[in-house]
Structure formats: C-alpha cells, structure tokens
C-alpha cells in the first residue's frame, strides 16, 4: 500500500510563515509524523513539495501507480484547474488538506478546484489533517481490498 | 472529556435512504462504531439526532459544558444562521462531519453557515469521518490539557 | 392507495390570512374537499399541517410506505433544504402545490428547492391545485400499477 | 365555453423526440386525449401548434374571444418576452403547462417569461399535464358564470 | 427622403390592450398621425407592423435603402440579438420607440439589445415618440445633405 | 392595550453568549427592563422565547388578537421566509429588533425577510431597543385609538 | 406654461470637452436654440446649470410652481438617489434628456436613477434632445389644459 | 450633553412631499418635537439639513466636538461613501433615521453605506424615529457618563 | 452521406454587411464553395438560410433523416433555447459555426445556447470554417460507417 | 509648468481623523511637503481642498490650462461619475492617489470611477504618495516638452 | 511556412486518461497524425507539450519567430491570463483546440481566457479538431502570402 | 538596504510586445535605469524575471532576508493566489507595480490577488513607477530605521 504526499505552493515555509495561522511544526516535522504514523500502519509514504503548479501535475501523474494521494494544494486550490484535472486523471483517491479553516477567512478561499475532484477533504485541523487523511485512505484500501 | 455528537435532518434515514450516495449503515451502526472508539479513548460520548432545528439548537445550548462537539447538520448546514449561531455561542471546538463530498453534487451544497464557525470540516468519507472527528477532539483537548 | 396531504407553515390561517392572496377557504374546507374526491377515486387519504419544519420532515418520514405525497410547503419552498432531502429521501412520487402564482410576487419566492425532488408542480390555482394533484397521483399510481 | 390549446416549439416532434424525458405520446394522441376530455365537459377546444414564436402570438391573438388559453411554450418559456406581452395583452386565463420537470433540468429552464402573466403553472406530469390544465380552466370558467 | 417605421410584437394591439398603460391609440390612428407629419415633412414613410422577428428582419434588410428607421421593437427589445444585428447590418440611422416608460416596469424591461445600434431613443412619450422621432431624422438627414 | 414580544433562537443564552457583542444583560433582566416600562405606559406585554421556528411562528398566531408585536428574530430573520409570512399573515404592526448592529458584521446579516413586513427596525442599541418599541408602538397605537 | 431646464455636471463644457461625443454647440448655444422654440410655443423657459448636486436639487425644489421639467443630470444620471427623489417630490412631469447614446458607451452608463421618475428619455440626439423635450411637454400640458 | 441633528436631501420638502409615504409632518414640526424632548432631557440640540453632500460632511465636522449625532441622510444614504467615512472620521456615536420602511420599497433603498459607521439605526417610524434616537443617545451618554 | 446546412439571421447579408467583421464573400460564394468541396468529397449537401427562428426549426425538423449538421445560427446562438432543443430533438450530430471571433466581440456574444448540444464548434475563420465543418462531418461518418 | 492638487472629502481631517489609517501629518504639512518638493523641481502647485463633489468639478474645470492634476478624491473615487467625467473632459493627465492600500480595507473601497480616466494611480504610501505623483508629472511633462 | 504546436497539462496522459471524455489516441498518435498531414501540405511542423505554464510562455516567446500557433491549453485556458498574453505578444495567428466539447461540461469550462486573442477556435473534435487547425492555418498563411 | 525586484511573465518581451500599451523600453533598460537610481540612493538591487509562477514563489521566499520588494506580477496578478500568499509569507514590504493603467484595459485586469498584501500600487507611468517605487521603499526604511 503506497501513498503519495504533495504539498503546493509556500508550505515549505511551514513553521516560519505566520504560524499564528498555520502552526509551528516544519514541513520536516510534518512530514515526520506522517512517516512514523505510516510505519504504524505499514503503508509506504512518499513526499513532495513544490511551489510550481507544472511539478505538483507531474508528481501527480508519476505516482499514478500508487494507491491513494494527500494533497494539501495550497494556493493553488483556488486557481488551478489544471492540478484538479490532473487528479481526475489519475483516477486515485485523493484527500484534500488544509491546514487552517479555509472557510474562516477571504471568501474566494471558499472555493476549491480540487474538492470535486478529491474523496474527500480534511480542513482546520493543523497537521493532524494529513494523519487522519492517512488513517482513512488505509482504511479505505483495506476495505477495497477485502472486496 | 465529554464530546456531543449530533445529528440533524434526515440522518435517521441513514442506510435506508440513497444508499449509493450515504452508505448502508444506519445511524445506530454508526453510533456504536463511534462508542467503541469512545471507549478506547476514554471519551465520553453523547449522541443526539433531529429533524428540528429548534431541539438541534436546544441542544447544542444543553451541552455548553462538554469539551467539543461533532454535528453532521445535514440540510440545515446550507441554511441555518441560528444553529452556527449557537454553536459559536457556547463557544465549544466543533468538529463539522458530511458523509458525502459535498462540493461534487448541487452547487447549493458548497456553502455551509456552520464551516465559518467550526474548528474544521471532515467531509465525505462516509462514516469513517465522524471517527476522525473524534480522534481529532481527543487529540486537541489532550493537547490542551498539557498547556 | 394512500396518499399524504402535507401542508407547511401558515396555511393553517387559511381563510383567515390575506384571502385576497391565498383565498377564502379554510384549509378545514380545503381537507373536505379532498377529501370528498378522494373517496370517488377511493383513495385512502391522511392530512397533516405544521409550522414546524422538523415535523413536516418527521411526517414525511413517517408516512414513507404510502403510495404518494401532496405537498404546499409554504414559505420552506424557498428556504428548506431538509424538507426537500426528506421528500428525495422516502423516494415517493410527490406533487407540489402553491395556492397563489408565486411568479408573479416577490422575486424570492421564484426558487423553489421542493420542485427539482418533486414530480411536478401545481401552482397558482388556490384550492383547486390540490384537488388535480390527487388526480394526476391516481393515474399515475394506476398506470404503475398496469404496468 | 371555449379554450384554445397552444404549443410552441418542438412539441411537433413528441412522441419522437427523447421519449425518455417527454414521453411516448405524440401531439395527435394528445389532442385526442384532450378532445375527448373536453367533450366530456362539454367545452370547445382549438388546437395550434408552431415552431414560430410570431405565428404563436398572432394565433394568442385571434383567439382573444375565447375563454382561457392553455400553453406549452416549450423553449420560448425561457426567451419570450413577446410571447409573454401577447398573453397579458389579450387577458386571458392562461394556464402554463410543461410536460417534463423543468426544475430537475439546466438552470436555464427554471426562468419562465410566462409565469408571472399566467393564472397558474402545471410542470413535470406528461400529457396529463394538458388534461388537469382544462380541468382547472373549466372549473374556474364556470365559477366565474355563476357570480 | 424615406422613413421605415417598423413596430413589433403585439403593437397591432394597440388602444385595446392594456390602454392605461400604451395609450387609447390603435396602430391606425398612430400611423395616420406620423402620415400627417411626414406629408409636413416632405418625407416618404412606410409602415410595417409584424409579430414576426423574422419578418421585422426581413422588412429591415429590404429596406435598407431608406434614409432612416423608426423602430419601436415591443418585446423583442430585450431579447433579440438578430434584430440589432439586422438594424447594424443595414447601417441605417434608427431611432428607438417605446411607448411606455420601460424604465418603470419590470427589471427586465430595463435592457435592450437594440439601443447600442440605434442612434438615440425616445421612450415613455406614447405615440408622440413616433412623431417626435420623425422630426429627429428629419433634421439629421437635412443636415447631413447640407453637408 | 397588548404587545406581544417574540425573542428567537439563542436570545436565551444572553448575557452567557458573546457579551461583547450581545452585551451583559440576560433575556430575564431585559424582560424585567419591559415590564417595568410597560407598567409606566399601562401596557399588558407577554414574553415567548424559542429556539423553534416553528414554535415562534405557532406563538405568532396565536397572539393575533394582541395590539402589536415586538420580534428579535436572531438568526431566523436571514433565512426564515415562513416566520415572515406569519407575521404579514396576522397583519398586526411589527418591530424589529436587533441587539448588534448587524450592518457592521458579516455581509448575510444585512438582509431581513422580516423587515418588509414590519412597521419598522431598531437595529444595535442594545436592549435598550426594546424599550423604544414599546414606546413606539404606544404612541402608535394610542394615535390609532384617537382617530 | 412655464418649463425649467436644467443641466448637471460638466454640462458648462459643451463644445469645448469631447466635442466627437458631446457635440460642437455649446451650452450658450442650445439654451438660445431652446428658448427660441419656447417663443414659438409661447412656453416660459427658465435655465440652469450646476456641477453642484445639492444646487440641482434646490433648482428642481425652487421651481416646483413650474408646469415641467427638461433634466439633462449627466453623470449624477447613474448614481444620484437624492436627485431623483427631488425630482419625485415635486411631482412634474420630466423629460431626462441625454446628448450622447449611453448605451453605446460604459456598461455603468446604461443604468439611470431618473429614468424611474421621469415621464420618459430622449436620448443621444445632441442638442435636438431638448427641442423635442420642449415639444413633448408643450404637447402633454396643452392636452391636460384641455381635459 | 450637546447633540447635531442632520436631515439630508429633500427633507425639506417633508409634510408637503409624497405624504402618504413620508408622514403631514413638516421639517419644522420635526424639529419643534425634537426641541420639546430635549428640553425634557436636558440635552442641548442643534439642527441642520442640506441638499448639499458638501455641506453635511463640512456640518459634520464642525460639529465633532458635539456628544452624537442624529442623522437621516436622505437619498445619499445609499450613495455617499463620503458622508459614511465623515461620521466615522469624527468618531461620534451615529444614529441613523429613516422615516419610511426603505426596506419594503426599491431594492437599491435596501442598501447603507452609513449604517456599518452608526452606532445603530432606526427606521420606519416616521418623525418618532427621532425622538427615540435622542432617548437612546442620551441614556447612552448618561451611562457613559457613570461609568 | 447527406448534410444539410443552415445559416439564420443576417446570414444573407454577408458581403454586403461589415464586410471587415465577416468578410467579403456573398452566402452564394460561400454555398458555392461549400458544395464543391462537397462534390470532392461524395456528400450530399442542401443549404438553407433564414431570418425566421420558427422556419429554421421547421427546416431542422424537416431534414432530420439527413446524416449531419452544420449550422451558423447568426445572433440566434445567444437567445433561442427553442433552436437548440430543435438540435437536440432530432439527434443528429451538429457543427455550430461562427465566421468572426465571437468571443473578441461584445460579452453577450460569448454565450451560445447551441454549442451545448453541438458536437463541436468551429468559430472565427471566416468562411473556411464551414468547409473544414464539412471536412469533420464526413470524417466522423465515415469512421462511423467503418464501425 | 503648473500642477494642480485637488483634495477630496474628509481630507482636511487628516492628521486628526483615524491617523492609524491615514498618518499623523495635516493636510497643511502635505501641502508644505509637496511645494517644498515643487519649488526643488521649478514646478507651480496650486493647492484645493473641498468635501463637495461640485466645487472640485469646478475647480477642475478651472485649473484646465494648467499642466497636469494630482487627485485624490477620497470617497467620491467609489461614487462620482461626475468627477471622473470632469477629469476626462479637461483633458488633463491626471494621477490618482490614496493614502491607505484601499485593496486591503472594504471590498467597495477597491472600486474607482477614476482610475480608467487618469494616467494612473499611486496607492498606499501615505502622502509619500503626492511626492513621487509630482515627479512622475513632472518627468512625463519635461519629456512631452522635449517631443 | 513553420507551425509551432502546444499542448498544454495532461495532455500528456492522452489515451490513458478518462478516454471517454478525450479518446483513444495517444499524443504520440495526434502528433504522428498531424506530422503526416503536414507533410502533405509541406509546412514544418513543431511539438511542445507541458504541464508548466512557464514552460508553455516559454516555449511560446521562442517560436515567435514561426507563422503560426495551435494551441490547446488544457485546463490553463480557463485560468492563465499569462498564457493568454504571451500569445497576444507575440502576435501570431493562433487556433485554439479542444478536444472535447468544453460547453457542454462543467461551467467554468465554457470561459477561455485565450479565445479573445486567438484567432479562432476549434472545440470539440477530438484529435480531428488540429488536424483543420493545419489545415486553416495553412490556407490563410497562403492568401496571405499571395497578397 | 537591500531591495529585490521581479518581474513575472512576458516582461522578457519588454520593448517588443505591444509598445504601444507597455512602452519601448527593454526590460534590460528598465533594470539599468533602476541600478542607476539605486546606486544613488546607496541600495543594493538584485533583479529576477520568470514566466514560471513557481519560480518567482521560490525567488520571494530566497529572498526573504531583503529589506523590500517591488514586484509587477504581470498576468499573474489577476490569477495567482500562491503568489500572494508568498509575499505575505515572507512579510517584506512590497510594491506592485504595472506600467500600463490596468484599470483602463479588460474588466478582469481590475482585480489584483496582489494588492491586498502589498503595501501598495504603481500603475500606469511606464517603467517610471519601478523608480519611484524604489524611491518610496527606500523612503520607508530609512524612516523605519529611524524609529
């Protein structure tokens, strides 16, 4: 069971940039926890961050022999229907993270590309968005599995 | 540490009900998936369900003393100012659960008064979303309890 | 054949309130009147009124295994999300009816989120409405039933 | 007691045309059912149908001396101001009628130029919508004869 | 010089429909009145009157060798984009007619397709606009043969 | 001389609920402010207080034969087509009051179906509304006893 | 019969500013053209201009007594509430005129708050606008005299 | 306690402008009223009305020095942005009047630039409004006062 | 293998109309270019233009056993759903064709109710575009034939 | 080489009103800042401050043989057709100028009228802003003289 | 005559993503396809696919030196203003593709921001659609020639 | 001091895409007047330009230790919430800049991602605004470093 982790763009400054808002933990530190949680439940992780749309869409299309796909897209959830189309086109399921409470700020934040075309999304939670977003595609492809 | 789970509209069709957009367990199913991992956690859970805006927002004010609250508002998520208004009024971290993805089906479904005033939103993985939800709560007041 | 006559807020001032709009019937007289065709298509029929949105959804509820559903939801047409996933929820055949031309009063009162769950809809022609909804559910339950 | 039965656009093709969203029945086997209807009630019915909004005006025009109108627009019920103004002109009781659920459709079908100039709407019954149409017409015709 | 006056849907109504608000005139009397100023004039006018916006097009290409147009286009106002292109295509200086004061209906009435092709409009005066109209063109071309 | 005075979903919890928007007073001290003042001008007021909308719109009715009403519909007044109606229905003067002044918060709160149907708003004074629509309402009503 | 005319802001530029759009005459120019045709139709013209709105609403207040009103607002056209309440107030009959199409030029140009209250629109004919005006109301206060 | 009492545009045509929405009442009652209830009060008023923008805001910041403000901004109520930031330049507690229900007129009446910068507003109750709003901004400065 | 193509409003006029907007052939060079090609290609193809929204519908109807469309449906694209069910009724497979760049004119030209229910469009390269239409038809038949 | 500096409504309050927004300097120190800075670049500055939108159209009007305009027109920028069309009739390169990042306060502040009939704008640096306004006309005009 | 091809995100998936909606063919098949026909038309051809916008404007600004562009942006034709304006610059005739009918998906795919700087579009043809792009391009680029 | 200046898509093409919007300077000669000025001032300048949205994130965040920014996003602007979010992110006073007056071009160009999180805007002089927002943010921090 294989899971690919992407992160857009500026959540490399994760733990620097206004952490009032998105927390203190690093992307290191993130990335950390959703490795050791991973091991718990044997799933293989891989991670990705980029800031440019054209990487995240080839990250994506790279691991589409994965088996599912935690994608917080940052910015890029509001513009870029060439990422959202990229996602339907792998035909994984993806869960969609935000950090913060997306629906508690600018109104165009209100609106996602991505959501219709993830399972589902997990937002406001901090970083413990990505672990139960990990708790539930491995539930999820146990399931599938014992179909 | 005491969570409210509560449901609104149309949730006690749960199983009976679309099926193939809600899932095929019934709101007792879920309820005793909720309690077993309740009780691994050492959380106690109280679960209410309504089609009544009026006992849904009796409610919500009857347990301002719990330590947080998962509400799947159902219909009334689209529509009611007065229950986000309660819920912002006692002031409790709630943790806002839909089954389905609602952001793939009617675009009246993308807006929720209750997303501005919840701690986050966990949407679309059938029932499994109120078990994070729970995990989340667990995690977060445990957190707070160390500060 | 049972059919449930569901009438939403206000319309128990029927006759009383605002005749010039909505009439001079009671909705007592309107019932009798129903109930009078009914018996000519022996058709067994059960009425409920409520200005409570969580009761019209309760009954609707409670009345799934009937054959159809007539329904003037009041001033919920325009507001009630709930209502309206009750009614797609118990899957019946259901006919909405509005006493006065809403089209033609205030723009609000132009979107409906009854009617896209609905059958059909019979606007405009005060108590008479309910009276073709009978007929209109008669013959297509009959048709069913041929077929 | 004269009504004069107008379909617009298309309605030529029933029977034809997507039978899955209008139904088997052509327009001849409609105006039978109607004609037969209507002898019962001892009520004189015209029949017109054009794919030419002018033709359609002209027609609602002429009949002017009749009793009531009953009205298929099809597509010009979202695009006719004209058609709209020629109802209103010749003050009639207009019934509207539409075979399919235009709520349950695009968007764009939700908007009626008719309505608000109509006595009232029946949307979403098949052909029965016609008979029901009459019904309610020679109801109201004979209620205004006897006052 | 020529005139074309040209009025649209329902026009041929006029003085018996809803005269409070067009006015008690008939077409006749209207076109008889713009006769009357046009023999004052010097100017040749023809009349055309058609519920028909294929007609109305028609009419406005096979007269595109006039020196003016007078149009009053009733409903197709606000819906026709065909008809502007007609009145563009012919590059003729036309003037827009309503009778009514359309500004004071409804909202709908308050756009019109034809304006930004028309080279002023006269709107609310009742039949005085046509006459006025004529007047307009009349010393426009005046001048324009002077110069 | 008798004012009936409507409070709606979470009026309750004031003085618990955001003080620093609702202010300090409970609904018990500011019904006792009423009372008092009531008492002053010789006025029989009547209290209700419901998180139901259907119970407000219930107690709306049943107080038709009352002078005049007094109505903080919280959260209902954006979204309650039906209680609205119930107060056009009884057609006795309405108030309606707002503690907070809700032009200066989220842009949903500026629109009220209550306010076309009452005689007039009171919006951000505090409970000190109440008390100038009672001496509004008594100077009305003693102007209307007068002629 | 006495008529005021009066002219809003940047009017006093006629001739001078953008003269491809507003024209070559200048404001002298057309208030001598207008009351040279006042003379022939024995009409009482008074004029004023003002890039002032406040002095606009007080010109328009100060001649009330006056039997009508020629209003060319200019840009006050599409954002003056308080010019055309004024205009409302006094209860004359108004003629807006405007030198320019304004429907050929900003979208924002298309909308007028005096169009409402104004007996109708001449618009985009130059200066010939306020001639015909002055026909206009001569035509309409002669027939009121006669009735 | 000093308090500036504001009446914009066309105010001075009150008790002789459009009655039946606006009140028999002249400005000059008005302000006779307002006098009396001061008086009791002990609270010294000061009046100004203007057609004139300008010459509100320049009154307003003459005034700053006042203890608050009363104000029925007229037509520009829905247009100044400058009266708006005027009120909030000179930080005095602002209460808005209207004597009409602008919320059961034209849609562009629903709308206050001043609201979000009033303290509160009060509407509908013809001059009344006024003499509440000056017992409210006097048990407020009272109360400020004490404290 | 038969096509059958359509041209609607002002489509006559090409060549004599803004010939730099849509170019300097005649709809008869243009049928002359087409059927030539055509003759290459072993099609049938029957050509018909109309001003007439009712006779391009007829026409529509009248050629639904031919085997494909193309149609350049003039200023109708923007307004007639009546043409596009026409369309959609008879289920052939449609090339909506516009000679000039619509989407670099005037906004209300971007919105066509055609191309919905068009196989594709071909908009903007003059009169190429209907040969290259043909081009596609053929193609896409004859790879249906071949399956 | 002559500039003229127009202020709008509520700017002779700076320093005073909210100077956490708009800076603690007057008007009066700007005014000497900017002829300081004037007099370094042999530049004529004449200076105008008014709260009425009448007397800066006049002003602008009047200052059309100078060289250039620096505005700022505080909350006219929103409203003020008028002013924008003043602008554009002198003909004069204009550049626009706020104090405060208007992009960052309310969404109707980000709206101007002027912008599309200025040069261009400087935004958000405090009176800084009419410092580096000046040399950009400066520069612009010393390169006009130099073509 | 050279002519450049783009292909912008996921389209590299072509064949194996959603072929339902995009086809069967490969993009290696499309490019061998359009080679082929280049050939036979003797124009040079090059290709360019990626999923980076920068990539895209990139690789636009180095061919500008070519005689023309076909494009088909995926899912940046609804987004990209950059992409948009590097065509506009480099001012090339460009034919904007897609592969499937766009209008009749979701709605934001019925808005290109690249279609007003095209030269036209072609929508909807699967791979068919850039094989007549070539084939326009080359007829114009050889009228152009010849003139 | 040291102050970072990028410039997003197509500004390469500087001087030779459309001069006449975007002016004949290079952007090679932009930089050199900007390192001219610069050095005057004694600031250090690094310059970066990309048509790759990604790439100008990494740059903003690489250079977070600079003291300002000044930035013309070019289309960017108007699409890129990532970018916006990079330079709140790194919290530097920045400057937006755009040599033509976007507010005079297409509606969409109105409307800046950017401006809200930068300090403030530059539009419309040319490449004159790179300097004078250089002149300003030196301004800036050399009172900051005063303070």
């Known amino acids: 069971m294989r899971i690919f982790v992407v992160n ?8 620097h940039r206004e ?44 691991h589409r022999d994965y088996d599912g796909l935690i994608i917080n897209p940052g910015g ?3 513009t870029s229907v060439a990422l959202a189309d990229a996602i339907a086109g792998v035909r994984l399921p993806a869960v969609e993270v935000h950090l913060s409470n997306v629906h508690a700020r600018e109104e165009f934040r209100r609106h996602s590309y991505i959501s219709p075309v993830s399972w589902g999304q997990i937002v406001g939670f901090g970083y413990h968005g990505y ?3 990990l708790d539930l595609l491995h539930a999820r492809l146990r399931e599938d599995d014992e179909t």
């Not at 857009?8 to 733990?15: A, F, I, M, T, V």
């Not at 009032?20 to 290191?28: A, I, M, N, R």
């Not at 530190?29 to 959703?34: K, N």
């Open 131 to 133: 672990l139960v977003a």
């Open 8 to 15: 857009g763009p500026n959540l490399n400054l994760l733990g």
């Open 76 to 78: 890029l959830t509001h």
């Open 19 to 62: 952490p009032e808002v998105y927390g203190y933990e690093t992307l290191e530190d993130i990335e950390y926890f959703i490795r050791t949680r991973a091991e718990q439940l044997s799933v293989d992780v891989s991670f990705f961050q980029s800031n440019h749309e054209g990487q995240l869409i080839d990250a994506v299309h790279d």
